[in-house]
């Protein structure tokens, strides 16, 4: 005979030597529903609430997914038979259906939060992307964006808005802790549609078509939270009627059909609204200046927002001021945006532990790099390496949402920059990993670069080839990959670099490098001349 539910709950609840008003308060139901749960007759809980009771024992893995199972068949066995009783054994059917039929109705979907905020245009396209999925078609969409960007909570918030239009539940997967093979999560969602023990399967392909078979004209929503890429979802699509909506840090755009929205950060008004919502509005709305300082300092990141906020209801005695002061030093900012197990740092080492050396050195080297953003060129010069290995490494830190794309500039460059948040990291890393020395001959070779193409830019523009006192120093090589553009757009080249080129005068002159940043401020002089 097979464990009845209240039992399975109550050897979970004394194996973690928890009372059931402890379990209740952890859970945030009342101890006497948990109470009745356990004795069983006459009581069956919802979904929602299983799924609390799960996170409360600290269940994961099989154990996690067989408790939700059961939990989950029970209730709908209740639903069908009009007597619900915690004592039904797990394996058993509702009496009128057998169990090849029987598919529960999963409401798998994490609790939406109640202090969500904008994402209106993104939100309206998801809903139009997935509310028609109708039998004949399976719909796709993804979230895409780096680490704190919000992808999971509005996938959770479309997920509740669109339940309307799926019946047949709501299916709910985080892939963060898996392998690029899937069996694991099929199995976990298999339990979820009532099929466990020896009527599992064990092998990839057997698992994914069974999970097609089970929801086979069936309408139900599935959510799969933090994808690696397109192969791990690829055998957790369900079949037609259906419809998949997906977070991942990378855009899935090969995926075909699919409907793809990369999320930004806040606007200031956003963010300031996410914080009225956490602290209350009188607080804020008393430090209006404040309150945007500190979701500038955030740089819009809603996680960031988030921490920054919960942190402010913990301590009645701060004004946002306060803290907006206590984050204005940049070394303290990511031990300070921290509130119980709300943090930024261990999603950005998670992405930056995946990275290949070459990457890690490069995403280190940029955040010592305080300029407004870059050209491509820059990081095999940083790295001291080949334009194609730099374009390497660049490519991966893209990918790895640890560099922003932020579109060509008005000499046709594609431009790179680092969100704030990423660049307090991103100096971290430098600070931990990378010598003193091997900065500053980092930046002189970046210094030397930008130095000769800007006066090849001068030359240009002037209609002569300007002297230089040491050529040595500021030597192009002929097949530079900016040369062309400098050659061609001179002026625009300039007007482009000219932040940049001023950002690294400062840094070498703060460097040691008083040669090449004097070089450098003379070029900007020597520019604005031939304007006047």
């Known amino acids: ?21 402890a379990l209740a ?24 609430t299983v799924e609390q009771l799960a996170t409360a024992l600290g269940l994961s893995g099989d154990e996690r997914a067989d408790f939700i199972s059961a939990g989950q068949a029970l209730f709908w066995a209740s639903r069908l038979t009009g007597t619900p009783s915690a004592n039904t054994p797990l394996e058993a059917p509702p009496p009128s259906t057998s169990l090849a039929d029987y598919v529960p109705r999963p409401q798998q979907l994490p609790v939406d939060l109640p202090d969500f ?27 895409s964006g780096p680490s704190g960007i919000g992808k999971t909570a509005l996938a959770i918030h479309a997920g509740h808005r669109l339940a309307e239009h799926f019946p047949d539940g709501q299916l709910y997967a985080s892939l963060r802790d898996t392998t690029d093979d899937p069996v694991e999560v099929l199995g976990h969602l298999l339990h979820a549609l009532g099929v466990g023990g020896s009527s599992l399967p064990g092998g990839l ?6 999970f097609r078979a089970r929801l086979a004209g069936r ?8 994808a690696a890429g397109h192969r791990q979802i690829e055998p957790l699509t369900p079949p037609d009627g259906s419809a998949v909506l997906v977070t991942s840090r990378l855009p899935l755009t090969g995926v075909p059909g699919i409907t793809t929205i990369d999320l930004s950060p806040l606007d200031t008004p956003t963010a300031i609204e996410l914080l009225s919502r956490v602290v209350g509005a009188p607080q804020i709305h008393a430090y209006p200046l404040a309150a945007a300082q500190l979701v500038t300092i955030c740089g819009g990141l809603p996680l960031a927002v988030r921490i920054a906020a ?25 031990d300070e945006l921290r509130h119980g197990d709300l943090a930024l740092r261990p999603g950005l080492e998670r992405t930056y532990e995946a990275l290949s050396p070459t990457a890690q050195r490069a995403f280190a080297l940029l955040g010592e790099l305080d300029v407004p953003s870059f050209p491509e060129w820059c990081l095999a010069t940083l790295l001291g390496t080949t334009p194609a290995a730099g374009s390497a490494a660049l490519d991966e830190l893209v990918d790895a949402r640890l560099v922003d794309q932020l579109g060509p500039d008005r000499a046709g460059q594609p431009r790179f920059g680092l969100h704030a948040i990423t660049r307090l990291f991103a100096r971290e890393r430098r600070d931990a990993e990378i010598e003193q020395s091997a900065w500053v001959g980092a930046l002189s ?18 209609g002569e080839l300007l002297e230089v006192n040491d050529p040595a120093r500021s ?41 090449i940043a004097r070089d450098l401020a003379g070029c900007d002089a020597e520019f604005d001349e031939l304007h006047v």
């Open 1 to 21: 005979m097979s464990d009845t539910f209240a039992a399975l709950l109550r050897r979970h609840r004394l194996r973690r030597r928890l009372t059931q008003e």
């Open 25 to 48: 308060e952890r859970a945030g139901i009342s101890a006497r529903s948990a109470g009745a749960i356990e004795r069983g007759p006459g009581r069956a809980p919802r979904p929602q």
């Open 310 to 334: 919960a942190r402010l209801a913990a301590r009645p005695c701060w004004t946002v001021k306060t803290f907006a002061d206590r984050l204005a030093d940049r070394g303290r900012r990511l």
């Open 205 to 210: 392909d057997a698992r994914a078509a069974l």
């Open 219 to 226: 309408r139900v929503l599935l959510v799969l939270d933090d």
């Open 117 to 143: 905020v904008g994402r209106t245009d993104e939100l309206a396209a998801l809903c139009a992307a997935l509310s028609c999925a109708t039998a004949g078609a399976v719909r796709l969409a993804s979230i």
């Open 475 to 515: 030597a192009l090589h002929p097949d530079h990959p900016a040369a062309t553009t400098v050659t061609a757009q001179p002026v625009d080249w300039y007007e482009a670099e000219r932040a940049t080129v001023a950002a690294l005068a400062r840094m070498c002159r703060a460097g040691g490098l008083a040669v």
């Open 445 to 462: 070779r970046l210094g030397l670069g930008f130095l000769a193409l800007a006066r090849l830019a001068l030359g240009r523009a002037a």
